[in-house]
């Protein structure tokens, strides 16, 4: 059967720890995968630039052996001329194996996703909405470095209001045994009722004081606060430098917390940051690229399922 | 010699015969095939943008296993510098071992070519002017599912005033035997009369009744009416939906007619028809990627000469 | 220990001679060299277009077996979302082995190779600053057709005041034995006493007089005048076609002397010199293909170091 990753949480828990494993496997032993997609091709589809997540599928499909085509922005693509995004992707299926798509509007991917017979996509970011393989990226650095999920605490930080990473990380860890949350961030930015109903309230607690909240953390989530979110500018600077780390607070962690940020960064992380071991966030887009290995793998049947 | 695609009938129809019994052996088994442009390097010089031919010809060069460099847009190129064409094109020939190149200038691919050494050109579209690609394309289709060209009733639909793949494709069936053609189109979209004057005045008729025309097709082409072709708005929306391919219509065709389409469409087919077998629009589309790679192929001197 | 290639002379007369035995090697049997790079990935990031340069250096890597990721255009670039460079180069080093990187801003090279760990950086063009590799190409071309650098009287004609690409290629040569230079420009455009004050008194003489330079050069290297360096649009329609090479100045020439230009060329060479046997600026890109691999290969570590 066709499979595609729209969501997050579209695979299972037992998946995910398959796609986990593959990567463990891959990163131990890179060039016994370098020809595994041999002869397959890639569709790269960004109806929006982001560099950083194209250029990460790209790396992980070439890293497998396989090519890639495509486009980096939707100015340079068919749908200027009026044609709709399912006929599009039903021209692209004609060329290409798998398809990883990006698009400014919510739900895109899963629309184009039940016109295909053949190539699966997989969604690299649609709108404010979802972004499942930065969470995959998240989870695989948080194993490698703790590994497992179980009863950890980890503290989000930045904007709770509009980060959809940040949503689809709590709602993932959420599966796992005994995990606690800790949500820092201004009040105008406070994680929505509708995510925190999901959650057991013995499971969380709110604050907008990260040098106190730091001290008990296995792991502290730090995310972007997006100038594009604010009514007004004034409002963006007086949040935006709100909560940033520094080596102070980084003083007050525990020796085995770990920093993780989607990236970029602007300043919410001071660069002083940057040496201390305990931040991964470089390291992090490393995982990123490597889950991405294991999931085009998945999808095109090329190991991970059951093995 | 060095070879060139720059017009549609530049080959013989030998030389057609050639490419299709190529692009059918690469069909029947692609794997032969994946490897058989290894070391060789493509330059895909689009100075406009076109992205469904683009990824065509570059899933094309990347199945047989060769390299792809270039631009999608005139302005990330050099000529942005006030560099000539031909300067671009000597450049690039010491990169290269192969070009396709799209440009706004009718004439341009022609113009390239004459400077060329060791490179071949497949013009990718230049202006109004030329397609041969696509023109392959359609051809290909055709004789896939109807296994010759002999003797058939070929129905073109839409913009015929301006349409430059159907002009090539009238001259190109209009090679074979026996071939019929059913001109489809309202009075101010009529097919030009220097394009008339080439066929038997027995071998055409001219209609704007879509659906009486429809019932005694093999093949119907349809086209896409473009915008920007039209003095005014008020005549493109009147003119537009004029002759829309619907399920009412497909009722009375024929149980074998097929439907092409160069793609992108608008809304000259509705998607209802999407599901009927006559319909083979979004399967054409592979064939261009096949025709393509018995293209490179056979300009490269690696097959379909004379084998 | 990590290398780059930041400034033209960042490399000694042996390293530069370690690669151009490994370019004339490569050329001599290219087949030899087709995997030498397999599974190895380039980032090839492009801050501002340079169409000529990346596809040089894509061709290069690809010519090696290798692969490519990147951007060809900064809006394209996360750096939009507010990013730092180096937060970017170091994001990059997790994807790729080596990068090739053109930047609008002086010093955004050497910037950014302070932060890496394990990428070499190669820098394609910092603003007005620094193009290395059209220094290793222009000495690659004289090189292959001279035979050695000694005791060469050099020409350097055009916009000697901005050109980046004369000031390397004229502290290049002076590394070596005997070097004549005749600066050839009109008065508002001399080579600057910055550069002057390099070279020994009787290693050069300046003059505004083409015709009569030409006599004595072994190398004619012809520069570019750009638009943009002038305050307006008088000063550069006077002076941009002040110094165009013509066949009659040809005539005038030495049999062995060789024509140069870094291209692309707007006006300052007329086409009717194209033919000319002494005219190897198109020569010279395919040279700069070459090159680009050798360098790729040394900074890889993967020969040219010590055999």
């Known amino acids: 059967m066709l499979r595609h990753l729209i969501q997050p949480l579209d695979f299972?828990?037992?998946?995910?720890?398959?796609?986990?494993?593959?990567?463990?496997?891959?990163?131990?032993?890179?060039?016994?995968?370098?020809?595994?997609?041999?002869?397959?091709?890639?569709?790269?589809?960004?109806?929006?630039?982001?560099?950083?997540?194209?250029?990460?599928?790209?790396?992980?499909?070439?890293?497998?052996?396989?090519?890639?085509?495509?486009?980096?922005?939707?100015?340079?693509?068919?749908?200027?001329?009026?044609?709709?995004?399912?006929d599009t992707l039903r021209t692209v299926e004609n060329y290409c194996d798998i398809a990883a798509m990006r698009h400014p509007k919510e739900g895109a991917a899963l629309l184009a996703s039940k016109y295909m017979t053949t190539m699966p996509?997989?969604?690299?970011?649609?709108?404010?909405?979802?972004?499942?393989?930065?969470?995959?990226?998240?989870?695989?650095?948080?194993?490698?470095?703790?590994?497992?999920?179980?009863?950890?605490?980890?503290g989000v930080c930045g904007d709770l209001k509009f980060g959809r990473t940040i949503h689809s990380l709590v709602r993932a860890m959420n599966r796992y045994d005994g995990v606690k949350f800790v949500f820092i961030s201004p009040d105008e930015l406070k994680m929505p009722q509708v995510f925190l109903d999901e959650l057991d309230p013995q499971d969380y607690t709110e604050t907008s004081n990260l040098k106190e909240a730091i001290k008990d953390l296995d792991i502290l989530y730090m995310s972007r606060v997006q100038r594009e979110r604010f009514v007004s500018e004034e409002e963006y600077l007086r949040l935006k430098d709100f909560f940033i780390l520094d080596k102070e607070k980084m003083a007050l962690a525990r020796k085995d917390m770990l920093v993780l940020h989607p990236l970029p960064r602007v300043n919410e992380i001071h660069p002083e940051v940057d040496a201390d071991p305990r931040a991964v966030y470089f390291q992090q887009a490393r995982f990123g690229m490597y889950i991405r290995m294991a999931l085009i793998m998945f999808l095109l049947g090329l190991g991970g399922q059951n093995d």
């Not at 969604?123 to 499942?132: E, F, K, L, T």
């Not at 969470?135 to 590994?147: A, P, S």
């Open 121 to 154: 996509i997989i969604n690299a970011g649609d709108g404010g909405h979802q972004h499942p393989t930065q969470t995959l990226t998240d989870l695989t650095t948080i194993r490698h470095y703790k590994g497992h999920f179980d009863h950890l605490t980890i």
């Open 12 to 86: 299972t828990t037992e998946e995910f720890e398959q796609l986990f494993r593959l990567a463990d496997q891959i990163l131990e032993n890179p060039s016994a995968y370098s020809d595994v997609c041999k002869g397959k091709l890639m569709a790269s589809l960004f109806f929006e630039p982001s560099t950083r997540t194209r250029l990460s599928f790209e790396s992980a499909m070439y890293r497998l052996g396989g090519q890639v085509v495509g486009f980096a922005d939707a100015k340079v693509s068919s749908t200027a001329k009026g044609e709709s995004l399912s």
